[in-house]
């Protein structure tokens, strides 16, 4: 496809998106105006439907009427507002039910483990806040602190209820007996606490002792190191993931490098053909020459281009017929050039030599003048690109020059 070709192709689907989408707004507009006309001949209303307590205020567009006047207003509408009565028994309703709610996995006979304490309640208005009467016990959020006495200890839950928008409040007491956790949590914190107290009173040594038993039980101590597996694990797979993504740009990279090599070095290869070809040579005599001259050839990095004329010229050698050899060379190589070369060759091959030479001069031209363009864009891709190294250079130099100074002027 070339480039008139795209143009079309990009005019035509231009054009068929703006047909869609004008008849999508054209219908939206005859929608909207129907909707219109006919609110218009609606029934009167004689009262606004306010939301749900909790809710926003909405505001409600009227049309008005009256004697032979017509206005469009809009009346600010305000959420429904619970009766003084209605929260009073919400909030009856509501603390009879807390002691149970604030439960979470515990028995009501035995506390060990943090309790629930969820700010909001479904079906209710309220915004819920606990406190307790001693924090190393329960803490705001209800958790079990790491002090509580084996035997438990008695503790007093406030819980504060608020209803801004009606300025409600409220409070309930809940008394709860609390267990520690279990057995060893407690353990383990007074053992910390007897080791910080030692540390403490032991600064001017050079070691900390840790004790080989505690409350008649035996301790082993052992330095504990960090399971690393999962994070390497991780790291490692991060990795091949980054491997695998790198390849498959490497690819695309390397695909990008070939197909310009090629569209660079097709102006060349036209131009010989195009050479070969007003002397009087056939097409097959013509990539015959044209692929001994690139075999011959010293080059240190094969031309891509060059290897797929070597191997067009081969295939022919081995019998495959000039069409068939030039479809594969169209296959392998991908790029619009070297399709439309193949085009012409093929056409002309079949309408007379005469045109093909011709066809091949026009095309060399306009190979040269496309090459031409394309080295201009990489030149200004190229002064982009140095733009960052200049910027870095011209920063250096600016230090270089400005530290002295202001080391002098410090001075």
């Keep these: ?53 909790n809710s926003m205020d909405k505001e409600f567009k009227c049309h008005l009427e009256f004697e032979d006047e017509q206005k469009e207003i809009n009346i600010q509408v305000g959420a429904l507002e619970y009766k003084p009565e209605e929260l009073d028994v919400l909030w009856s309703e509501l603390s009879n039910t807390l002691p149970e709610l604030i439960l979470g996995e515990n028995d009501k006979s035995r506390i060990d483990k943090d309790l629930s304490f969820k700010t909001e309640i479904e079906g209710y208005p309220f915004v819920l806040s606990y406190d307790s009467d001693d924090a190393r016990i329960i803490d705001r959020e209800g958790k079990l602190g ?29 008394e709860l007996r609390v267990y520690p956790k279990d057995e060893m949590s407690g353990f383990v914190a007074r053992l910390k606490d007897y080791i910080q107290e030692e540390e403490k009173e032991t600064r001017h040594l050079d070691q900390v002792e840790l004790p080989s038993s505690f409350e008649g039980k035996q301790l082993v101590w052992r330095e504990s190191n960090e399971n690393k597996s999962i994070l390497v694990f991780l790291a490692g797979s991060l990795l091949i993931l980054a491997v695998i993504i790198g390849r498959k740009e490497e690819e695309k ?9 090629m569209e660079m070095t097709y102006p060349e290869v036209i131009s010989r053909l195009a050479m070969y070809m007003g002397a009087g040579m056939t097409v097959s005599a013509s990539f015959k020459r044209l692929g001994n001259t690139y075999e011959n050839l010293d080059e240190s990095k094969p031309n891509p281009l060059h290897k797929e004329i070597v191997l067009t010229c081969r295939e022919m050698e081995s ?36 045109g093909l030479k011709e066809a091949l001069k026009e095309e060399t031209k306009d190979a040269l003048r496309e090459r031409k363009a394309k080295a201009k864009i990489r030149g200004e891709q190229a002064g982009t690109k140095l733009l960052a190294p200049m910027m870095l250079m011209l920063i250096m130099v600016m230090a270089v020059i400005m530290i002295p100074a202001f080391t002098s002027f410090g001075l």
């Design 253 to 261: 990279k390397e695909e990008d490098r070939i197909r310009m090599e």
């Design 146 to 174: 790491d002090v509580i006495p084996k035997e438990g200890k008695d503790v007093v839950v406030n819980i504060t209820a608020k209803y801004v928008q009606q300025s409600f409040n409220a409070q309930k007491q809940i």
């Design 319 to 354: 019998g495959v017929s000039e069409i068939e050899a030039l479809k594969n060379l169209a296959i392998r190589c991908h790029i619009p050039q070297i399709t439309k070369l193949t085009s012409l060759i093929i056409q002309g091959s079949r309408r007379g030599s005469f």
């Design 1 to 53: 496809m070339n480039s008139e070709e795209i143009r079309e192709y990009v005019k035509d689907v231009t054009i068929k998106r703006v047909v869609v989408i004008f008849t999508i707004t054209l219908i939206l507009t005859l929608f909207c105006e129907v909707q219109y006309l006919l609110s218009k001949n609606s029934p009167p209303i004689e009262a606004i439907n306010r939301e749900s307590p």
